[in-house]
């Protein structure tokens, strides 16, 4: 049947249809051996403060889950998004620090993490987009509002800051963002994540053509501590994994800024090339600020307490 419908409408000869059929029916991403360094320094975190879920529904009625972190005398406001696999939750310690320093913090269950909608999953490409413009719409949290991105959460950021819903945010602030897996700034040899590459391929033609229908299909899966396994995302789609990062061509996204934005991240970093990011910002035509924190590591970033004091400062 997958075989059938590619011929058909893509009007390819039968090998090359046999080939795409061999790669979207095989070529999906192989299981890695659990990375605890990326859930192990959460086991340290007290939740015990961790508010409740609240939601607001999306334009298909989809509930959005997000907690809120209220600041007593607010100038302002930040939306945190998490990371690759991640969810609100993730964004605790960073979240209670920006509440505690005047600023209403609200950390989102990106649709297809935590108590979004199905896991791993959205609907079509551009959901994500039009989540965060639904939220905004129903939450209204006070202006100036900063939307801040760890990880994949900050590649999403820089999706949002170079796109025309730029200014829904007033600033940007990106955390060790991921820009693509063919950016400078990507270290492939982390293990974080495998990908079905002859699958991504295949759905990338595909989609080409118009022809969406297997966009469900798994195309990423990530190195999954058992023990954190059922709070976690295994496994992204293609329409997940293609939408919860920058598009393809980051640089043009980068050139479409208008908004301010800043980036910091840890130099001891293994999932991404910290001194990478000034030249790549700096070549695509707009070089911003950027903070590079001694001794620090990926997750490290958004829970050891020196990271966190200068990401407070982000606005200096």
């Given amino acids: 049947m997958i075989m059938t419908l590619i011929l058909l409408l893509t009007g390819i000869s039968l090998i090359g249809g046999l080939l795409l059929t061999a790669a979207l029916v095989f070529g999906d991403p192989k299981p890695l051996p659990p990375l605890s360094g990326v859930s192990e320094p959460f086991n340290k975190v007290d939740f015990s403060d961790l508010p409740t879920l609240d939601y607001a529904a999306a334009r298909d009625h989809t509930p959005l889950a997000y907690r809120h972190y209220p600041a007593s005398s607010a100038r302002g406001s930040v939306v945190l998004i998490h990371g690759s696999s991640a969810n609100s939750r993730s964004m605790h310690v960073l979240a209670k620090a920006f509440a505690s320093n005047g600023l209403h913090a609200y950390a989102l269950d990106m649709r297809g993490h935590g108590a979004s909608g199905q896991r791993g999953q959205i609907a079509y490409l551009g959901q994500l987009e039009d989540d965060i413009s639904d939220w905004m719409q129903a939450v209204q949290p006070t202006q100036p509002c900063t939307l801040v991105g760890f990880s994949s959460g900050g590649g999403f950021a820089l999706r949002v800051a170079g796109s025309e819903r730029q200014h829904l945010f007033q600033h940007y602030l ?11 700034t990507y270290r492939p040899e982390c293990g ?22 297997f966009n469900h299909l798994p195309v ?28 393809a061509n980051y640089r043009a996204t980068i050139r479409a800024v208008r908004q301010p934005l800043r980036i910091i991240v840890g130099k001891a970093d293994k999932v991404v090339v910290a001194e990478q990011f000034e030249p790549v910002f700096r070549e695509a035509g707009n070089p ?17 307490p020196n990271a966190i004091a200068s990401i407070l400062r982000w606005q200096d």
């Fill in 174 to 184: 990106l955390l060790a963002p991921f820009l693509g897996q063919d950016a400078p």
């Fill in 192 to 213: 974080w994540v495998s990908m079905g590459v002859p699958r991504m391929l295949a759905l990338n033609i595909l989609n080409g053509f118009g022809i969406t229908a």
């Fill in 220 to 247: 990423t899966r990530f190195a999954l501590d058992p023990a954190a396994a059922g709070e976690l995302t295994a496994t992204y789609s293609f329409a997940l994994a293609t939408n919860f990062r920058p598009p």
């Fill in 288 to 304: 911003i600020p950027i903070t590079l924190l001694e001794g620090i590591t990926h997750v490290q970033l958004i829970l050891q």
